[in-house]
């Protein structure tokens, strides 16, 4: 009975093994069946292409890395990204340019066509950008650089912003020089959302964490050189414009980078130039042909010297009218209400004014209004001395490229010209600059430095003794030359950099006035710097509250002279060294700091060390006894309570460390992170506005 009872059980056991077996092969059959069911087109070819990515993929990183690529296709998509743009601005100019033309001899539709035109595409440049991103109105720049001093804003980092900036800033720049604005602020921006997103990808073909620590550091600062190398082609100025907008210092680390992307972006931007047949080489955006034997006299220094001097001066009062007109939007009930509610309405308002202001027909006709932005800088940088070219009656004046005809209408001279431009574009700029739309600045203050330059040097050249030869040729002082010095004087003092010096070297390929614009410039941005005003950008910073602490140095002496004893206070996530597993739990339960610090006791407080939350999880998971069987992280740089918020913002963003700590004879007294910087820095700008 016992045997017959065991070889059932063994049938039994079989007949299980038997049914599981049919029941597994019936499952495998089910999947095969639905795998087959689901059909793929170009299932081989797909894969074929699969694999043959991943082997590049795997090559390339075993030579290079990915780190590397991506600075690469930063600056070939960016520069695509810019032709891009030019290419569809320049439709939107020519149809409107060819509508206005089409109504010549109806002088009210010809006035409906030029004002209502530039208004309908800023109204919906900024409904629309609103509409994606509340966020994406400005240059972006003072965002960036709070983002490159260390302060997260992810809501300026996302792809619908990108979005939203990208069609709001064609838009705007399709309104042409009525508006006066343009794009190298934005496209900083972009260049700097499109590398945190190369980053990201990146990161996850790497199987990296993004999300730990900071390490996107590095693309941002890469990124904002881009920006400005994809706008001009100026690979080198670009990545001085990087130095310069990083605030406090610059890592040599983000150096070959910036230079690897910044010159892919100018050689992209240039090679798509020659191949759409704009250019026909590879060669400077506004080339220029000046005189190489004898640019300039030298008694002519002291006119760059004077010419910086007038570039700083008027650049302090523009800067005040900026800031005033900034505080009106933000403080009258009335603008505020508009500005919060009825965005585009605004803007068509405001564009509709200042379009009828340069209306051809009426006061545009002494201004140029007829010249693109692109056409304003390249008849100001011309090397033909325009008074005395007019007044030659043997010179031929109806060429088809002669820009200058257009400073040079009938009934008028062209010093009451350039006269008009300045005094009726510095106010314009500065309404320009309340429209809550994506748009940027710089070039606006370029052109108009230009201006500025232009309208002493045709003065000197029709004082100077040294007129026009019998054969009515350019004299010998080069009015070009002082319209380049101003550009890049005027420009760095209201953006209080050095960078549009070389900018304009780079512009023009023209090498040989780089001393007297190198001088303009530096006299321009001393004066413009004076008594701590700040900068265009710093304004924008300050006006926004916007946690920018070299824009708050300027304006808040209490952050100069604040001891870190005075805002820090004891942190209350700290590791004993003898911590128990309960313990730690505890403490990651409680707390959501990604380092904590580990100290002798509670009571002493002595500072041991650093751990991160990843080495508890693993000590966690590892089920050890104590927190000392982890490996601390050495303690590299510490801070006394008499060092001030300045200094640990310089040293912190100079190691690029998560935080640092404060401690007195040892004990710890506090933390520093870029979340304490900012909470800080946020307390400062409230008090000081309410006082």
């Known amino acids: ?7 059932g059980l063994e049938r039994a056991s079989e007949y299980v093994e038997m049914d599981e077996e049919h029941s597994g092969s019936h499952v495998e059959e089910m999947l095969t069946a639905s795998n087959m069911q689901s059909w793929k ?11 043959g990515v991943q082997w590049v993929q795997a090559t390339v990183s075993s030579v290079v890395g990915l780190h590397w690529l991506s600075y690469v296709a930063l600056g070939i998509l960016t520069a695509l990204l810019s032709f891009c743009m030019n290419l569809t601005v320049a439709k939107l100019l020519r149809a409107h340019q060819w509508l206005s033309s089409r109504l010549e001899g109806h002088a009210v539709l010809q006035f409906l066509c030029w004002t209502l035109y530039p208004a309908s595409l800023c109204a919906l440049s900024s409904s629309f950008s609103h509409s994606i991103c509340p966020y994406s109105a400005g240059s972006g720049i003072p965002e960036v650089r709070c983002m490159l001093a260390g302060v997260e804003l992810p809501d300026y980092l996302s792809l619908s912003h990108l979005f939203a900036k990208l069609v709001g800033l064609t838009c705007s720049l399709a309104a042409g020089s009525t508006v006066f604005l343009g794009k190298v602020g934005p496209f900083v921006h972009l260049s700097t959302m499109l590398g945190v997103y190369l980053h990201r990808l990146c990161a996850s ?16 600062v890469v990124a904002a050189a881009v920006g400005v190398a994809s706008c001009f082609g100026a690979p080198i100025s670009g990545v001085l414009f990087s130095v310069e ?9 983000d150096y070959y980078p910036s230079m690897l992307a910044t010159a892919c972006g100018a050689l992209a931007f240039r090679l798509l130039s020659v191949c759409s047949g704009e250019q026909e080489t590879v060669q400077a955006l506004f080339k220029t042909t000046y005189s190489a034997r004898l640019p300039f006299q030298p008694a002519e220094m002291l006119a760059f010297a004077v010419l910086g001097i007038l570039c700083g001066a008027l650049s302090r009062v523009y800067l005040r009218c900026h800031r005033w007109i900034l505080q009106i939007t933000r403080t009258n009930a009335v603008l505020c209400t508009i500005l919060a509610t009825e965005k585009a309405l605004y803007s068509a308002g405001v564009v509709f004014l200042l379009a009828s202001v340069t209306f051809p027909l009426s006061a545009g006709h002494f201004m140029a209004a007829k010249l693109s932005m692109n056409q304003l800088l390249s008849s100001l940088l011309e090397e033909t001395q325009w008074y005395m070219v007019s007044q030659n009656a043997t010179v031929p004046q109806e060429t088809g490229d002669s820009l200058w005809q257009a400073w040079n209408p009938s009934g008028t001279t062209i010093y009451a010209t350039l006269g008009v431009f300045l005094l009726m574009k510095l106010w314009m700029l500065v309404l320009a600059c309340t429209l809550p739309l994506p748009a940027g600045y710089f070039m606006p203050v370029f052109i108009y430095g230009a201006a500025v330059g232009r309208l002493m040097g045709e003065g000197l050249a029709h004082a100077s003794t040294n007129g026009p030869s019998s054969q009515g040729t350019a004299c010998a002082i080069n009015p070009g030359g002082y319209a380049l010095a101003g550009a890049a004087a005027f420009s760095g003092a209201v953006t209080h950099t050095l960078s549009p010096a070389l900018l304009a070297l780079e512009l023009t390929g023209q090498h040989t006035h780089a001393v007297p614009i190198l001088l303009a410039t530096l006299l321009a941005n001393a004066l413009a710097r004076a008594r701590h005003c700040p900068s265009f950008y710093d304004a924008i910073a300050i006006v926004k509250k916007l946690p920018h602490p070299p824009s708050l140095f300027r304006t808040c002496p209490k952050l100069l002279s604040a001891q870190l004893g005075q805002v820090v206070q004891v942190p209350t996530a700290v590791l004993e060294s003898q911590e128990g597993v309960t313990g730690v739990e505890k403490l990651l339960r409680s707390s959501t700091e990604m380092i904590f610090p580990v100290v002798d006791s509670h009571e002493s ?15 966690l998971h590892g089920r050890g006894d104590q927190v000392d069987q982890c490996s601390f992280q050495p303690v590299k740089i510490q801070l006394t309570p008499e060092a001030t918020i300045k200094q640990a913002y310089s040293v912190l963003g100079a190691v690029r460390e998560p935080c640092l700590f404060v401690t007195e004879r040892g004990r710890l007294a506090g933390v520093i992170t870029w979340s304490e910087i900012k909470r800080i820095i946020e307390e400062f700008v409230k008090d000081t506005s309410q006082h």
């Not at 009975?1 to 070889?7: G, L, N, S, V, W």
């Not at 907008?245 to 680390?253: D, E, N």
């Not at 407080?605 to 000590?619: K, T």
């Open 1 to 7: 009975m016992k045997a017959a009872a065991d070889c």
């Open 41 to 51: 087109p170009w299932r081989p070819a797909r894969s074929m292409v699969k694999e």
């Open 245 to 253: 907008v990083t605030g406090t210092h610059y890592a040599l680390r």
């Open 205 to 220: 073909a790497a199987g990296v964490n993004v999300k730990e620590g900071r390490p996107k550091q590095e693309m941002l």
């Open 605 to 619: 407080g002595v500072l041991l060390g650093s751990v991160s939350r990843i080495q508890l999880e693993a000590f």
